[in-house]
């Protein structure tokens, strides 16, 4: 198709000019697109900023909330395993949180106490002096406390149902501390709770115990110390000032060491180490301690050391008790155990040891002399002066002989007038023999007694420490100064002989023989000393007593005899001897109701002879039960066997009462008292010496009657010398005695002649 062309002069726009309007509106269409694009990118560039801050928001908001959470559990958690219970509280006293610890310390429930102000909680709040508080006051804000301060105080927390009272309530240590807000909220008041009940308690337990303690330790009747690691007094009583005659000041920081003599410091400290290194927990030792005033004390030192919980140690508990009085006692009971209570010479058996332990020393073959002294008619002093006048003798020769030895020798007396003396020298034969006309010399001048001038001489034997007189020990060499002593006697007496080998068969084997040929001679005596009832002192008896009347040697007592009697085998007979003397008395006494004791050893029991004889004399004579009752010494039970105590129950049964002589002085009474029939016991004359001065032997006394009366069993005293023994033991529960205070032993003729009406013996009496 051809275009046609415009006519000319006619307004038909030309195709330049549409061109041009076409495109004019395209450009400013254009334009406008693109503004409109650029706005929407723009708008989409804002919204999806503002979309990727909102997730960051959203994000941020997520991750404070787990956060939060996070914190919202550990605190639960912290607040589950501690101790401490949290309050929080508006300064208007609203609680806006409360822990379980706290809710429990308080004891409200928690969700019931969020949102609720303080003073509508169930809580009863009480000082330390039990007076009651107000919760707002102690747990919510204080006017006038601005910033950050801290208050904490004691209070008590009365639960539901508690008793009141504040010693009753649970104690709680309670801290404020007024805190800050976030955000501009207001500040609040944050308070923790500790529930200190139970240190408290332990608290309280340990000051108790450490005031016990020390009241106790100042109060104790011993002395008591506290001492550290390095052996110094720490703290002491005043018992133990007292006990070292200075005061407790002087005391603290002082060395226990320096306290002992020299001598003990050694063994103490080898103690002490023992302690510290763990060989051993405690010590006892007994040492002298020196006093301030320099005069010296024995003590029984106790320590004990104290460990810390790790077991490390710490210091030592010291106890210092006095034992002066005990170790005197002990040493006094000793000594009257080893010497004789009248003279204070050794005894037979201390002279026994003493001998011993000086023969088996080397060398003592011409260095040791043993001298035997026997006085000559002190019977006669005794008989007609009385036994008083005898005593003041005796005790006028041991003087004599104590100077005569001149600490060359020990002097003993062995029993009556025998005394012995064991001369240890450089020179024994010339020692022995200067003692031996030293004690001539002595007991030349009369003795005095009262306003009587008595004449006393002495026999004496004297054993040299030779090869054969040794071989057979302390035993040996007696036997040969006895010897030597019989000779003399034999040969005149007032003289010295020396022991020679002819003497060795002859003295021994002559007194064997007379012995015997004296059981045919009649010269074997029986003499009756008295026993009263110590109520009135009416003689309810006697106790039998074998004398010798040796036709040279003067009347003998049973220690010169019996033991040759009982080596010889002659026991038995002498004890059939007596028992028929004894039963021949009583079927002659006009009293129908005294008894007489006879003495028995277990060397005249077990073959059923002695048991026999005295049986048949009591049927012969028809004698009432209990008119004879046998003795036994009880250190003669020690070996009893069987037939012994069927011998006893024989003669128990036929009514012989049986007695237990030298009661307390054995080796088991208790169980002689249980398995033989004894009907009652004699005490000792060796307790009734010390009453009533010794408290030690008051103390047996009292204890042994006890024991007696509560078997229900006669009780007889022996060896009483003063009335003061005599009120003591009746006081006491002693119902029998017997002693030089109611007189000696008697013939019986004598004694027959002086019989008072009696009653007779309660064998099963208390």
């Not at 976030?182 to 309280?204: F, H, K, N």
């Not at 012989?656 to 169980?671: A, C, E, K, N, R």
């Not at 009366?709 to 017997?738: K, P």
Request: aromatic letters at 4%; proline letters at 4%.
């Amino acid at each position: 198709m051809t275009a046609q062309a415009a006519p000319p002069g006619s307004r038909t726009p030309s195709w330049a000019g549409v061109v041009d309007a076409v495109t004019t509106a395209d450009a400013t269409f254009g334009l406008v697109s693109l503004v409109i694009a650029v706005i929407a990118i723009l708008a989409l560039i804002a919204v999806l900023v503002l979309l990727g801050r909102q997730r960051r928001e959203v994000r941020r908001a997520n991750d404070l909330l787990d956060l939060s959470r996070e914190l919202r559990h550990r605190y639960d958690a912290l607040q589950a395993v501690t101790k401490e219970g949290v309050l929080v509280v508006s300064l208007g006293g609203s609680v806006l949180d409360i822990s379980e610890r706290a809710a429990a310390i308080l004891g409200v429930e928690h969700d019931a106490s969020v949102g609720r102000h303080l003073t509508d909680l169930p809580v009863v709040l009480v000082n330390e002096q039990g007076l009651s508080m107000n919760p707002a006051a102690v747990l919510g804000y204080r006017t006038g406390r601005a910033g950050y301060t801290v208050d904490s105080q004691l209070v008590g927390v009365l639960l539901p149902g508690a008793p009141g009272g504040g010693s009753q309530a649970r104690m709680v240590q309670v801290a404020s501390q007024l805190v800050a807000a976030a955000d501009g909220d207001a500040p609040a008041v944050l308070t923790t709770l500790v529930d200190v009940t139970g240190s408290r308690q332990v608290e309280a337990a340990l000051s108790r115990s450490e005031m016990q303690f020390r009241v106790a330790m100042e109060n104790a009747p011993i002395g008591m110390a506290l001492v550290d690691l390095d052996w110094h007094v720490v703290e002491a009583n005043a018992a133990l000032a007292e006990l070292l005659g200075t005061t407790v000041e002087a005391l603290r920081g002082y060395p226990m060491e320096a306290l002992g003599t020299p001598e003990s410091r050694a063994s103490e400290r080898l103690e002490v180490d023992r302690l510290l290194g763990g060989g051993q927990h405690r010590f006892s030792i007994e040492k002298r301690y020196q006093r301030a005033d320099d005069h010296l004390v024995w003590v029984v030192l106790d320590a004990a050391l104290v460990r810390t919980a790790a077991g490390e140690p710490d210091h030592f508990v010291v106890q210092v008790r006095d034992s002066t009085e005990s170790r005197l006692q002990a040493e006094m009971l000793t000594h009257r155990a080893m010497h004789d209570p009248l003279t204070g010479l050794a005894n037979r058996t201390l002279l026994q040891e003493v001998l011993q332990s000086v023969l088996e020393q080397p060398g003592v073959v011409d260095r040791v002399a043993v001298l035997a002294c026997d006085l000559d008619g002190f019977k006669e002093i005794n008989d007609r002066y009385g036994h008083a006048a005898g005593d003041e003798v005796l005790v006028h020769v041991a003087g004599v002989l104590r100077a005569a030895t001149a600490r060359r020798g020990t002097v003993a007396r062995l029993g009556g007038d025998e005394f012995v003396v064991v001369v240890q020298d450089v020179d024994g034969p010339k020692a022995v023999f200067e003692v031996a006309a030293a004690i001539h010399a002595g007991l030349a001048e009369p003795v005095r007694v009262a306003r009587r001038r008595l004449p006393v001489a002495a026999s004496i034997g004297i054993a040299l420490a030779e090869p054969d007189t040794i071989q057979g020990g302390a035993p040996t060499l007696l036997a040969a100064a006895d010897a030597a002593l019989y000779k003399a006697k034999a040969a005149g007496r007032g003289r010295t002989e020396v022991y020679d080998q002819s003497m060795a068969k002859s003295s021994s084997v002559d007194l064997l023989r007379e012995l015997s040929e004296a059981l045919d001679a009649d010269e074997l005596v029986v003499h009756y000393q008295p026993i009263v009832d110590l109520a009135d002192t009416r003689v309810v008896g006697y106790e039998a007593l074998v004398r010798w009347q040796h036709p040279y040697r003067g009347l003998l007592l049973p220690a010169a005899f019996l033991p040759l009697a009982q080596e010889a085998g002659l026991a038995v007979p002498l004890g059939q001897f007596v028992a028929t003397k004894v039963a021949e008395f009583v079927a002659s006494s006009p009293d129908r109701t005294t008894w007489v004791s006879v003495n028995v050893s277990a060397d005249q029991l077990g073959d059923g002879e002695f048991a026999t004889t005295l049986l048949a004399e009591i049927s012969r004579h028809r004698l009432m039960a209990g008119r004879i009752v046998v003795e036994l010494t009880e250190s003669s039970l020690v070996a009893s066997g069987t037939r012994i105590r069927h011998e006893l129950t024989q003669l128990s049964a036929a009514g012989v009462p049986i007695l237990l002589d030298d009661f307390g002085t054995g080796v088991s009474p208790l169980s002689y008292l249980r398995d033989l029939p004894v009907a009652g016991v004699k005490l000792d004359m060796s307790f009734t010496s010390g009453i009533p001065d010794d408290p030690t032997a008051g103390k047996v006394v009292r204890a042994l009657g006890a024991l007696a009366r509560e078997l229900a069993m006669v009780t007889i005293a022996e060896g009483i010398e003063h009335a003061e023994q005599a009120e003591y033991l009746h006081r006491n529960g002693w119902r029998y005695g017997q002693g030089w205070l109611y007189g000696g032993a008697q013939p019986a003729s004598a004694t027959l002649g002086a019989v008072p009406p009696t009653t007779g013996l309660a064998p099963r009496s208390a």
